[in-house]
């Protein structure tokens, strides 16, 4: 069946650091893959997706690239803020006609000190 | 337009009891799923709604779990009666019918404590 695993938390980090949060997946076929970030207090918001190999993925400074031959997926972004501070779970889903569901990694806490 | 809504935000309830949660999907969105996230783990899936159908009921961890969406639209999911092991965050996210990288649109999540 399908998996995503990624690196456990939790990560501490300073203002304007670089981060880098790993997801590497197993699936049938040719899933989407994406990148949700819970905000303290907050629901799951997508944060970015990408449908197809090599499409790169960037929303809010932060970057991910579809890697098929590596099965991997990592988040990226270049100078990290306070309120990057969040959990983020990446994800991936089976393509189906009507809709599909969503399996996701275990989370990653990112904690970005002033 | 208001995003996903979810209630109770909390529920603490003892073992045996009954609780039922409830969720509102976005105006519009015929996918309707139930996730949780039990004692920090990853989030799983539960099931899935297209409109009024249960589409992929796969995820329910056993009977004491029953989901509806009557007339297709809030959906409620009942456990009954509740187990330790039921505590945890459940998430309830809508998108649209059609695509399947459609972006699913998640609610708060109810957090559930069993004592």
């Known amino acids: 069946g399908n998996s995503v695993t990624q690196m456990e938390g939790p990560v501490t980090l300073s203002e304007e650091a670089f981060l880098t949060i790993n997801c590497t997946y197993t699936?049938?076929?040719?899933?989407?893959l994406f990148w949700y970030v819970q905000y303290p207090g907050e629901g799951l918001q997508l944060l970015l997706k990408?449908?197809?190999?090599?499409d790169k993925g960037s929303n809010k400074g932060f970057e991910a690239t579809y890697r098929k031959e590596t099965t991997s997926f990592h988040l990226e972004k270049g100078s990290v803020q306070v309120s990057d501070s969040a959990v983020y779970f990446c994800?991936?889903?089976?393509?189906?006609?009507?809709?599909?569901?969503?399996?996701f990694g275990g989370g990653t806490r990112v904690l970005v000190k002033p | 337009e208001a995003g996903v809504t979810q209630f109770p935000s909390h529920s603490v309830i003892e073992k045996g009891q009954t609780v039922t949660l409830r969720c509102d999907p976005i105006?519009?969105?015929?996918?309707l799923y139930w996730y949780r996230r039990v004692m920090g783990k990853e989030i799983k899936f539960l099931l899935h709604?297209?409109?009024?159908?249960?589409?992929?009921e796969s995820g329910m961890p056993n009977n004491r779990f029953l989901a509806e969406r009557t007339g297709g639209t809030y959906s409620t999911l009942k456990v009954q009666p509740a187990e330790l092991e039921d505590s945890g965050v459940y998430f309830c996210?809508?998108?649209?019918?059609?695509?399947?990288?459609?972006?699913?649109?998640f609610g708060p999540g109810t957090r559930l404590t069993v004592l």
């Open positions: 994800a991936l889903s089976s393509i189906k006609a009507a809709g599909n569901k969503l399996t």
């Open positions: 699936a049938t076929g040719y899933p989407s």
């Open positions: 996210a809508s998108s649209h019918f059609g695509q399947a990288s459609n972006e699913q649109f």
């Open positions: 990408a449908t197809k190999a090599d």
């Open positions: 709604f297209v409109k009024e159908s249960k589409q992929d």
């Open positions: 105006s519009g969105h015929d996918n």
